[in-house]
C-alpha cells in the first residue's frame, strides 16, 4: 500500500483565532471517546459508498479520513479552522489514498460547476451561518448524478428541543458555532438536491443536546453527461 504526502495551500499557515484554538484543543479528545463508543461505525457506514473525486467539507481533525474506500481516487478535504487544518496534514501523512487539505467556506466553495462526484459533510451544519446557501453550493459542485453523503446532529423532539433552545447560545460560544437545535432536515428538504435515504439514529453520548442524528444520501438530479 503507497502512502500519499498530503498537499496543502498557502492559507493552511493562516492563524487560528482564539476560539478556534480552543476548540481544536477540546473537540478531539472529547469525541474520541464518542467515536469508540460507535460513532465510528456510523462514519465507516455513511462512507462506504464514497467513489470517484470526493469533497468533504468541514473535515475537522479528521475523524473520517480512515473510513473512506479504496473506490475513492481524489479527496479534497475543507477545513475553515487553521488548527484544524494542521491536525489534518499530520494524519494525511500515512493516509493511502491521493488527498489535499485546502481552508475554504461551505458558503462559498472555491471550485467549479459539477467537479466533484460525490461531497461529504460530518457534523459540520450546525456550524453554518447559511444552511440554505451551504447546501446549494453542495449542489453546484456535484456532478448531475453525484451523492451527498450527511451526517448531522440536529433538533430533537418537543422537550429535547426546548433543552436545546435553552442551550444553544452557550454552545455556540463554546463549540466555535456550534447551534445544537439546528434543524438540519428542514433545510435539506428545501434545498435543490433530492433525498434518497435518511436515517435517524443517536450519537453515543451522554451530552443530551447533540444525541438525535440524521444519516443519509442526498442527489444532485440529473445524469452525468
Do not use: K
Not at 457506514?45 to 464514497?50: G, H, K, Y
Amino acid at each position: 500500500m503507497t502512502t500519499t504526502t498530503a498537499r496543502t495551500t498557502a492559507s493552511t499557515t493562516a492563524t487560528a483565532t482564539r476560539s478556534q484554538r480552543q476548540f481544536a484543543g477540546w473537540y478531539p479528545s472529547m469525541m474520541e471517546r464518542v467515536e469508540r463508543a460507535g460513532q465510528s461505525r456510523i462514519r465507516h457506514d455513511q462512507l462506504a459508498v464514497a467513489s470517484g473525486r470526493v469533497l468533504e467539507i468541514g473535515a475537522g481533525n479528521g475523524f473520517s479520513l480512515d473510513h473512506y474506500p479504496a473506490t475513492v481516487d481524489d479527496l479534497v478535504l475543507v477545513e475553515p479552522n487553521p488548527a484544524f487544518r494542521e491536525q489534518l496534514r499530520h494524519r494525511l501523512a500515512g493516509l493511502a489514498l491521493p488527498a489535499e487539505v485546502r481552508d475554504g467556506d461551505a458558503h462559498d466553495l472555491a471550485f467549479p460547476d459539477a467537479s466533484f462526484d460525490v461531497v461529504t459533510a460530518s457534523l459540520l451544519f450546525c456550524s453554518v451561518d447559511d444552511p440554505a446557501r451551504a447546501l446549494a453550493e453542495v449542489h453546484r459542485v456535484l456532478r448531475p448524478g453525484g451523492r451527498f453523503l450527511f451526517h448531522e446532529h440536529v433538533r430533537g423532539g418537543p422537550l429535547r428541543g426546548a433543552l436545546q433552545d435553552l442551550v444553544t447560545p452557550l454552545q455556540r460560544r463554546l463549540a466555535d458555532g456550534c447551534r445544537a437545535n439546528r434543524r438540519f432536515e428542514e433545510h435539506l428538504h428545501a434545498s435543490p438536491l433530492e433525498v434518497a435515504s435518511i436515517s435517524h439514529l443517536r450519537m453515543p453520548t451522554w451530552l443530551p443536546t447533540i444525541v438525535p442524528l440524521v444519516v443519509g444520501t442526498a442527489v444532485r438530479p440529473g445524469r452525468t453527461p
